[in-house]
């Protein structure tokens, strides 16, 4: 868990550097026809959005490719209170392959009060109890997110 957060900080502070290096709403910066940066309520689409709405990178709430935030839609990833995405962490939502948090549902689901085909939780709603699942993901990610002390790949 301690090696998600991680990488979870680094993407807010390589995003909020981001944000301190570009000057925040000119619609001069633009990278491949989207203003690098923008603030909340800004009603075009960025690669960096603070505060709320259309972007790659949403850091508040709104809609993007992923979201870190209160609510809103991650495509690929969604971290927030409610949140919807292929892959969803939040205390209410729905994650199309993976949802873990309180309340919600997805194909593999580890939640309190979780919803799906694979689950795992206090009370369950699903057709497959995902216990040996569960720890062999486990087993994978914890492989994948090891820092390796030696040299190869």
């Known amino acids: 868990m301690g090696r998600l957060l991680l990488l979870l900080l680094a993407v807010l502070v390589t995003a ?23 603030l909340g309520g800004s009603n075009e689409t960025s690669w960096l959005v603070l505060g709320g709405g259309k972007g790659v990178l949403v850091i508040g709430g709104g809609v993007g490719l992923v979201l870190l935030g209160f609510v809103g839609a991650g495509v ?55 216990d040996d699942h569960f720890t062999a993901a486990s087993r994978e990610l914890g492989a994948l997110l090891r820092f390796r002390s030696s040299g190869s790949p």
């Open 16 to 38: 909020l550097m981001l944000a301190g290096l570009v000057t925040l709403d000119d619609p001069s910066q633009r990278v491949l026809g989207m203003p690098a940066v923008s």
């Open 76 to 130: 690929f990833f969604a971290l927030g209170q409610a949140a919807i995405g292929l892959v969803a962490v939040a205390q209410a939502g729905v994650g199309l392959f993976a949802f873990f948090g309180q309340l919600g549902g997805g194909f593999a689901a580890l939640a309190q009060l979780p919803l799906g085909i694979v689950t795992r939780g206090q009370v369950r709603v699903g057709a497959i109890a995902g």
